[in-house]
């Protein structure tokens, strides 16, 4: 059942709980965060798209072998020209210039068809990746149990800003890391036929500064660019409530409370940055320092041999472009520790996700918490054995030891005070809810249907909203017409401009045409069983007794919620929620929906489940 927004002060996100998502934060760089990117990305190159992606990878490996070649011959002619011009050698100088137009000629596309590949190859990755996760995030109703709660926030988030930030920064930093090595090789050699020294005081000096960035900014950083994630997704996510909610914040007049509620939500978004951009300011100091510092060092270290004359300035000037190089190589790290902190807080968050909605994920993971559940198997007809339910999480007893057995063309009507357990019993007849024990006998969930009182307007056309959920129907366009006559719609394909007008449907048609076209999607679908949950609340006293007796005529088994006394003469049976588990099931005819029935056919909880009768 639909409640409107309200506007109370709901705490930001810097007010959750301390324990919130504990388990779930991101590793730091380390090992545990090793073992988090491996989690997500084996499948993708050891399953069964490894050919392409090692394919891919070996193309990538080759052009940067032979852009580093290409960067080393670049390097030595920067070195001849120099050398010539100190030596005034023209023929030399020129020779050089030529050299370094033909290299660049070559290098210019390389590197061109290099980036181009690259981002060619992570969304290759990327939509592979993100349809194994819709795949697991669909199946079973995963993404129903997730937001009935599971500690995992924002999962579409995960899934679409995510999955494309990891696909896109994993081939980044693995390619950056390969042609690190690369580099490191290629120039290091250059580098110690120059001078041994420069070797050695290179090597300490990037070890020094790698150590102390990872072990000063690696986990504060990582901790509050998670966070950053986080709190993000929970105010866009405060954005979107308000557009869905539009209609019931204007009547309430509630903007001043969503203004509220959402600058909390802003609020944290804005205090996390400003600790983020703080601890962000101090490594940009570290590294402007530790990069800058390469001007001076290596010219330190080669100006005696250069002023004595052992060494020529244009080979000195090539130590300083390798020296250049190879601290770039090995100070990878240092350089990219900002988005590496950023790559890392996101890794969490998938691979949280993953171990939710991924079957090997789900299958590796220790069950906690588990305890009785009710059990699920096929039958005909509808029927329940001993079945008592509560809510998730939680102890209270909603409903203790139904028992019925609903015969083909039965009507069941189920009443009580709010918050006895009615939507949750329907919940859990349609396999939503499982918390409780006692056994539900049924037909495959696809000889259900259900209809809610806000009924579901996917985007598309009117068509797609008869069908749905199928994709295709075997009913021709004038049977789909009929289908509309049936529910008091006539003219509503007429007025939208056909079967195939798409139109934004929650806000075309009224509530009341909304749950007459719910119902004829039941006609288009036929299903052996129809739970209707206040189906019909907006709707006139006349269109529901047409819409319920075309139901009854059908032959489907009926399950209703209802308040309204007038949808009682369409049912067989009342089952009356008591609270506190206890419950009274009677016939329909003589009931009063005050709940003082007047049958004596009613059955108290203690007696065996009856087998309802249908209606005559």
Known sequence: MNTPTTAARVPAAQDAPAGADDGRRAAPLSLAAWKQFVGVAKP?????????????????????????????????????????????????FWAAVRACLMTLAVAVPVYAFYYYMRDRFANQWRRWLTGRFLDGYLKDRKYYR??????????????????????????????????SIMQLVAFSTVLWSISQLLVVVL?????????????????????????QLRREADFRFSLMRLRENAESIAFYRG?????????????????????????QCSLNLFQRTFSQLTLVLPFMILAQGVLSGELEVGRAV????????????????????????????????????????????????????????IQTRPDRQLVLESLTLHPPRSERVLIKEL?????????????????????????????LWHEGCGVIRRPALDQFFFLPQQPYLQAGSLRSQLIYPSSHTELSDAQLLDVLREVQLPRLAERVGGLDAAQDWEKLLSVGEQQRL?????????????ILDEATSALDAGNEAVLYARLRSSGATLISIAHRAAVLRHHTHVLCLKGEGAWELQQAAGYRLDGQGQSQGGAARAEPAPQLAGAG
């Open 403 to 431: 028992s019925l057995a609903l015969a083909p063309g039965d009507a069941l009507l189920i009443t009580g005070e709010s918050g006895c357990g009615k939507s949750s019993l329907l919940r859990a007849i349609a396999g």
């Open 518 to 530: 719910a119902f004829a999607r039941v006609l288009v679908h036929r299903p052996q069983i129809v």
């Open 146 to 179: 997730l937001d009935a709660g599971s500690g995992i926030d924002n999962p579409d988030q995960r899934i679409s800003e995510d999955i494309n930030s990891f696909t896109g920064r994993s081939i980044h930093f693995l390619l950056i890391f390969l042609g």
């Open 44 to 92: 993708y190159w050891l399953g069964e798209k490894r050919r392409q992606a090692w394919t891919l990878l070996s193309l990538l490996v080759l052009l940067m072998l032979v852009e580093t070649k290409l960067a080393v011959m670049l390097n030595e002619q920067a070195g001849e020209m120099t050398s010539a011009l100190a030596g005034k050698d023209g023929a030399r």
């Open 203 to 227: 090597a300490v000096y990037a070890l020094a500064g790698t150590v102390l960035a990872l072990y000063v900014f690696g986990a504060p950083l990582i901790h509050l660019n998670f966070w």
């Open 255 to 279: 903007e001043a409370q969503e203004r509220a509620h959402i600058e909390a939500r802003f609020q944290g978004v804005i205090e996390n940055f400003a600790r983020l951009i703080r601890k």
């Open 318 to 373: 090539q130590a300083a472009g390798a020296f250049t190089a190879v601290l770039a190589a090995v100070g990878v790290i240092v350089d990219n520790f900002e988005s590496l902190s950023r790559f890392v807080a996101g890794i969490g968050r998938l691979q949280a996700l993953s171990g939710l909605v991924l079957p090997e994920a789900r299958a590796q993971a220790p069950v906690a918490g588990q305890g009785s559940r």
